[in-house]
């Protein structure tokens, strides 16, 4: 099964990562989409120097396109008819229960001829995350939707006291946008990916849509 990965660099994309290579998935690339810029990961504000090292521990390349939201799925379905051409037959997401993200997926996939594989499809939220913490994987959590958290769970290692601190409207994974993580250790990584948080910032969005978030910023 030759496969791409759409990879965030988070836990959830780590743990649907796990499960496909463990499902036998010859996962060829992991797909990252960046900004306009290429300063930052769309989902997760990550700069490319620690995705290229995540892909490098993990030992499997890279593939970085940028993107404006305007322009993202004229670009990633472009990206996919790459991958067809190369032999990649399926795709894997990390999506765990949004409707709109697997309809989405299957749509840009249907287009280029590929499959959607979505490994954590309807599983319970805090069976997922307790499960990747139990097979030894670390994250730091590095943007927090100030609708739902405040600045102190921004830049926290996503552990088990992290969700206990979580109120009790937001679930653990943050499936609904609440926080996104950087995975940097466990079972799948060949070396620890070096990463240093230098500080917290405020920072709004106009597109997709209005947003007030925090962001650690890492090196």
Same mark, same amino acid.
């Given at each position: 099964?030759? +496969?791409?990965?759409?990879? +965030?660099?988070?836990?959830?994309?780590? $743990?649907?990562?796990?499960?496909? $290579?463990?499902?036998?998935?010859?996962?060829?690339?992991?797909?990252?989409?960046?900004?306009?810029?290429?300063?930052? +990961?769309?989902?997760?504000?990550?700069?490319?120097?620690?995705?290229?090292?995540?892909?490098?521990?993990?030992?499997?390349? $890279?593939?970085?396109?940028?993107? +404006?939201?305007?322009?993202?799925?004229?670009?990633?379905?472009?990206?996919?008819?790459?991958?067809?051409?190369?032999?990649?037959?399926?795709?894997?997401?990390?999506?765990?229960?949004?409707?709109?993200?697997?309809?989405?997926?299957?749509?840009?996939?249907?287009?280029?001829?590929?499959?959607?594989?979505?490994?954590?499809?309807?599983?319970?939220?805090?069976?997922?995350?307790?499960? $990747?913490?139990?097979?030894?994987?670390?994250?730091?959590?590095?943007?927090?939707?100030?609708?739902?958290?405040?600045?102190?769970?921004?830049?926290?290692?996503?552990?088990?006291?992290?969700?206990?601190?979580?109120?009790?409207?937001?679930?653990?994974?943050?499936?609904?946008?609440?926080?996104?993580?950087?995975?940097?250790?466990?079972?799948?990584?060949?070396?620890?990916?070096?990463?240093?948080?230098?500080?917290?910032?405020?920072?709004?969005?106009?597109?997709?849509?209005?947003?007030?978030?925090?962001?650690?910023?890492?090196?």
């Amino acid at each position: 099964m030759k +496969s791409f990965f759409s990879w +965030s660099g988070g836990k959830d994309s780590m $743990l649907a990562l796990h499960r496909a $290579l463990d499902a036998g998935h010859e996962i060829r690339a992991l797909l990252a989409m960046f900004d306009e810029t290429g300063e930052r +990961s769309r989902s997760h504000a990550l700069p490319p120097s620690l995705m290229q090292a995540q892909a490098d521990a993990l030992g499997i390349p $890279l593939v970085m396109r940028r993107a +404006s939201w305007a322009t993202y799925e004229a670009v990633f379905t472009e990206q996919l008819h790459v991958f067809s051409a190369q032999g990649i037959t399926r795709g894997v997401f990390g999506d765990i229960d949004l409707q709109p993200h697997r309809d989405w997926e299957e749509k840009v996939c249907a287009a280029a001829g590929l499959q959607a594989v979505l490994p954590l499809w309807h599983e319970p939220r805090r069976a997922l995350a307790d499960e $990747l913490l139990a097979l030894g994987y670390r994250a730091r959590v590095v943007c927090v939707d100030a609708r739902h958290l405040d600045a102190s769970f921004c830049g926290r290692e996503y552990d088990a006291r992290f969700i206990a601190d979580l109120p009790a409207a937001v679930d653990a994974c943050g499936e609904n946008g609440e926080f996104h993580t950087f995975v940097f250790d466990g079972p799948r990584f060949a070396q620890p990916v070096r990463h240093e948080l230098v500080k917290i910032v405020e920072h709004e969005t106009r597109s997709p849509a209005p947003g007030h978030f925090f962001i650690a910023e890492l090196r």
